[in-house]
Protein backbone atom coordinates (compact mmCIF):
# COMPACT_ATOMS: atom_id res chain seq x y z
CA UNK A 1 0.00 0.00 0.00
CA UNK A 2 3.16 1.95 1.05
CA UNK A 3 4.70 1.83 -2.22
CA UNK A 4 1.27 2.33 -4.38
CA UNK A 5 0.41 5.86 -2.94
CA UNK A 6 4.21 6.38 -3.39
CA UNK A 7 4.42 5.30 -7.05
CA UNK A 8 0.75 7.52 -7.95
CA UNK A 9 2.39 10.71 -5.76
CA UNK A 10 5.56 10.46 -7.97
CA UNK A 11 3.35 9.88 -11.10
CA UNK A 12 1.11 13.07 -10.37
CA UNK A 13 4.38 15.13 -10.17
CA UNK A 14 5.24 13.86 -13.65
CA UNK A 15 1.77 14.64 -15.07
CA UNK A 16 1.54 17.89 -13.52
CA UNK A 17 5.32 18.56 -15.29
CA UNK A 18 4.08 17.50 -18.50
CA UNK A 19 1.22 19.25 -18.13
CA UNK A 20 2.89 22.40 -17.76
CA UNK A 21 5.58 21.60 -20.64
CA UNK A 22 4.82 18.78 -22.98
CA UNK A 23 8.18 18.90 -24.27
CA UNK A 24 9.78 19.89 -20.95
CA UNK A 25 11.62 22.42 -22.46
CA UNK A 26 12.74 20.53 -25.59
CA UNK A 27 11.61 20.06 -29.10
CA UNK A 28 9.88 16.80 -29.98
CA UNK A 29 10.26 17.45 -33.37
CA UNK A 30 12.54 15.78 -35.29
CA UNK A 31 13.14 18.52 -38.17
CA UNK A 32 13.69 20.59 -35.47
CA UNK A 33 16.37 18.30 -33.43
CA UNK A 34 18.76 18.65 -36.76
CA UNK A 35 18.30 22.18 -37.15
CA UNK A 36 19.50 22.53 -33.73
CA UNK A 37 22.31 20.24 -34.46
CA UNK A 38 23.10 22.24 -37.68
CA UNK A 39 23.11 25.39 -35.20
CA UNK A 40 25.66 23.64 -33.09
CA UNK A 41 27.77 23.46 -35.60
CA UNK A 42 27.79 27.22 -36.81
CA UNK A 43 29.62 29.75 -34.64
CA UNK A 44 28.07 31.56 -31.67
CA UNK A 45 25.54 34.52 -32.26
CA UNK A 46 26.28 37.88 -30.26
CA UNK A 47 25.12 38.60 -27.45
CA UNK A 48 23.78 41.86 -28.81
CA UNK A 49 21.99 40.04 -31.79
CA UNK A 50 20.48 37.45 -29.54
CA UNK A 51 18.65 40.79 -27.48
CA UNK A 52 16.44 41.72 -30.96
CA UNK A 53 13.91 39.37 -30.09
CA UNK A 54 13.71 40.51 -26.73
CA UNK A 55 13.43 44.37 -27.17
CA UNK A 56 10.09 44.61 -26.43
CA UNK A 57 10.47 43.43 -22.48
CA UNK A 58 11.38 46.19 -20.54
CA UNK A 59 14.28 44.08 -18.63
CA UNK A 60 16.19 43.25 -22.33
CA UNK A 61 16.99 46.55 -21.99
CA UNK A 62 19.82 46.13 -19.09
CA UNK A 63 20.12 42.69 -20.46
CA UNK A 64 22.79 43.49 -22.83
CA UNK A 65 25.15 45.25 -19.88
CA UNK A 66 25.38 42.04 -17.38
CA UNK A 67 27.96 39.50 -17.82
CA UNK A 68 26.68 36.16 -16.83
CA UNK A 69 28.91 34.61 -14.27
CA UNK A 70 28.47 30.66 -14.22
CA UNK A 71 30.18 29.82 -10.94
CA UNK A 72 27.56 32.70 -9.33
CA UNK A 73 24.82 31.34 -11.61
CA UNK A 74 25.40 27.52 -10.53
CA UNK A 75 25.81 28.10 -6.41
CA UNK A 76 21.71 30.08 -6.51
CA UNK A 77 20.64 27.02 -8.97
CA UNK A 78 22.21 24.62 -6.80
CA UNK A 79 20.52 26.45 -4.12
CA UNK A 80 17.18 25.74 -5.88
CA UNK A 81 17.48 22.45 -6.45
CA UNK A 82 18.64 21.52 -2.64
CA UNK A 83 15.33 22.95 -1.45
CA UNK A 84 13.52 20.61 -3.92
CA UNK A 85 15.15 17.57 -2.88
CA UNK A 86 14.92 18.42 0.83
CA UNK A 87 10.85 18.88 0.44
CA UNK A 88 10.73 15.55 -2.09
CA UNK A 89 11.99 13.74 0.90
CA UNK A 90 9.52 15.47 3.67
CA UNK A 91 6.56 14.70 0.72
CA UNK A 92 7.66 11.01 1.54
CA UNK A 93 7.89 10.37 4.99
CA UNK A 94 3.77 12.66 5.28
CA UNK A 95 2.81 9.99 2.76
CA UNK A 96 4.24 7.20 5.09
CA UNK A 97 2.63 8.79 8.43
CA UNK A 98 -0.74 9.00 6.58
CA UNK A 99 -0.38 5.26 5.58
CA UNK A 100 1.02 4.33 9.22
CA UNK A 101 -1.89 6.63 10.51
CA UNK A 102 -5.21 4.73 12.36
CA UNK A 103 -7.87 6.98 10.75
CA UNK A 104 -10.39 4.71 12.48
CA UNK A 105 -9.28 5.30 16.28
CA UNK A 106 -12.07 6.14 18.90
CA UNK A 107 -11.55 8.04 22.11
CA UNK A 108 -11.21 11.41 23.74
CA UNK A 109 -10.80 14.16 21.26
CA UNK A 110 -9.68 11.35 18.55
CA UNK A 111 -11.81 13.01 16.24
CA UNK A 112 -10.46 16.38 17.00
CA UNK A 113 -6.67 14.92 16.34
CA UNK A 114 -7.75 13.06 13.25
CA UNK A 115 -9.03 16.65 11.55
CA UNK A 116 -5.90 18.21 12.44
CA UNK A 117 -3.71 15.22 11.66
CA UNK A 118 -5.12 15.24 7.69
CA UNK A 119 -5.22 19.01 7.51
CA UNK A 120 -1.32 19.26 8.19
CA UNK A 121 -0.73 15.97 6.00
CA UNK A 122 -2.61 17.47 3.02
CA UNK A 123 -1.09 21.01 3.64
CA UNK A 124 2.53 19.18 4.01
CA UNK A 125 1.73 18.03 -0.05
CA UNK A 126 0.10 20.18 -1.32
CA UNK A 127 3.10 23.05 -0.45
CA UNK A 128 5.90 20.65 -0.62
CA UNK A 129 4.37 19.52 -4.50
CA UNK A 130 4.49 23.22 -5.44
CA UNK A 131 7.69 23.93 -3.73
CA UNK A 132 9.11 20.99 -5.73
CA UNK A 133 7.99 21.93 -9.29
CA UNK A 134 8.43 25.51 -8.96
CA UNK A 135 12.22 25.58 -8.05
CA UNK A 136 12.48 22.54 -10.38
CA UNK A 137 11.07 24.66 -13.05
CA UNK A 138 13.20 27.47 -12.70
CA UNK A 139 16.25 25.16 -12.33
CA UNK A 140 15.36 23.89 -15.38
CA UNK A 141 14.60 26.48 -17.71
CA UNK A 142 17.77 28.58 -16.29
CA UNK A 143 20.35 26.05 -17.45
CA UNK A 144 18.27 25.42 -20.60
CA UNK A 145 18.99 29.05 -21.22
CA UNK A 146 22.90 28.91 -20.51
CA UNK A 147 23.43 26.25 -22.00
CA UNK A 148 21.66 27.45 -25.37
CA UNK A 149 23.99 30.32 -24.85
CA UNK A 150 21.09 32.71 -24.62
CA UNK A 151 22.23 34.50 -21.77
CA UNK A 152 19.94 37.70 -22.26
CA UNK A 153 16.83 34.96 -22.16
CA UNK A 154 18.73 33.76 -18.68
CA UNK A 155 18.92 37.66 -17.19
CA UNK A 156 15.05 38.00 -18.18
CA UNK A 157 13.31 35.23 -17.21
CA UNK A 158 15.67 35.36 -14.09
CA UNK A 159 14.59 38.93 -13.22
CA UNK A 160 11.06 37.94 -14.32
CA UNK A 161 10.75 35.17 -12.21
CA UNK A 162 12.11 37.05 -8.79
CA UNK A 163 9.25 36.82 -6.96
CA UNK A 164 8.87 33.12 -6.99
CA UNK A 165 11.72 32.23 -4.94
CA UNK A 166 10.13 33.91 -1.64
CA UNK A 167 7.26 32.47 -2.75
CA UNK A 168 8.39 28.84 -3.03
CA UNK A 169 10.92 29.46 0.09
CA UNK A 170 7.35 30.36 2.21
CA UNK A 171 5.92 27.13 0.65
CA UNK A 172 9.12 25.64 1.63
CA UNK A 173 8.65 26.37 5.78
CA UNK A 174 4.71 25.44 5.70
CA UNK A 175 5.88 21.97 4.03
CA UNK A 176 8.09 21.78 7.05
CA UNK A 177 6.13 23.13 9.55
CA UNK A 178 3.03 20.91 8.66
CA UNK A 179 4.92 17.81 8.42
CA UNK A 180 6.44 18.64 12.05
CA UNK A 181 2.46 19.02 13.14
CA UNK A 182 1.71 15.51 11.37
CA UNK A 183 4.86 14.02 13.48
CA UNK A 184 3.40 14.85 16.43
CA UNK A 185 0.30 14.01 16.07
CA UNK A 186 1.27 10.16 14.63
CA UNK A 187 3.79 9.95 17.66
CA UNK A 188 1.25 10.67 20.18
CA UNK A 189 -1.20 7.86 18.56
CA UNK A 190 1.66 5.56 18.54
CA UNK A 191 2.45 5.93 22.49
CA UNK A 192 -1.42 6.39 23.88
CA UNK A 193 -0.92 2.62 25.04
CA UNK A 194 1.17 4.04 28.11
CA UNK A 195 -0.13 7.61 29.40
CA UNK A 196 2.86 8.54 32.04
CA UNK A 197 5.66 7.32 29.70
CA UNK A 198 3.66 8.75 26.19
CA UNK A 199 3.06 11.83 27.79
CA UNK A 200 7.26 12.73 29.02
CA UNK A 201 7.44 11.38 25.19
CA UNK A 202 5.41 13.83 24.01
CA UNK A 203 5.95 16.68 25.98
CA UNK A 204 9.87 16.31 25.24
CA UNK A 205 9.55 16.29 21.74
CA UNK A 206 7.08 19.13 21.55
CA UNK A 207 10.29 20.95 23.65
CA UNK A 208 12.89 19.88 21.15
CA UNK A 209 10.44 21.15 18.17
CA UNK A 210 9.67 24.21 19.74
CA UNK A 211 13.74 24.88 20.70
CA UNK A 212 14.55 23.90 17.34
CA UNK A 213 11.58 26.48 15.39
CA UNK A 214 13.59 29.02 18.10
CA UNK A 215 17.04 28.41 16.77
CA UNK A 216 15.49 28.08 12.67
CA UNK A 217 14.11 31.32 13.38
CA UNK A 218 17.71 32.83 14.46
CA UNK A 219 19.43 31.74 11.39
CA UNK A 220 16.29 33.45 8.99
CA UNK A 221 16.78 36.53 10.87
CA UNK A 222 20.94 36.73 10.80
CA UNK A 223 20.23 35.71 6.83
CA UNK A 224 18.12 38.42 6.26
CA UNK A 225 19.87 40.98 7.98
CA UNK A 226 23.73 40.22 6.98
CA UNK A 227 22.41 38.50 3.52
CA UNK A 228 19.16 39.07 2.23
CA UNK A 229 19.40 43.09 2.48
CA UNK A 230 17.69 45.15 0.38
CA UNK A 231 20.30 46.54 -1.05
CA UNK A 232 21.82 43.35 -1.84
CA UNK A 233 18.92 42.44 -3.39
CA UNK A 234 18.07 45.13 -5.10
CA UNK A 235 21.39 45.02 -7.10
CA UNK A 236 21.23 40.96 -7.31
CA UNK A 237 17.59 41.44 -8.30
Not at 173 to 183: D, M, R
Request: aromatic share 12%; proline share 5%.
Amino acid sequence: MNNILRYYACSLLLFILYYLDPTCGFSSSPSNLLQQTKNLKSPPTPLSTRLKPLEMLPEAADAASLIIDPTMAGYKMQAFESYGTVTALAINAALFLYTTYDLTEDGPNAKLYRSIFIAANALCIISGAFTVLLFTLLVIYSQSALGMGNEAGFVVFWKETNNFAPLGFQSFLACSGSFVVAFLLSLKQKIADDDTVGNIILALSTVLVLAGAFQIESVLSLATNVIFTPEFMDNNS
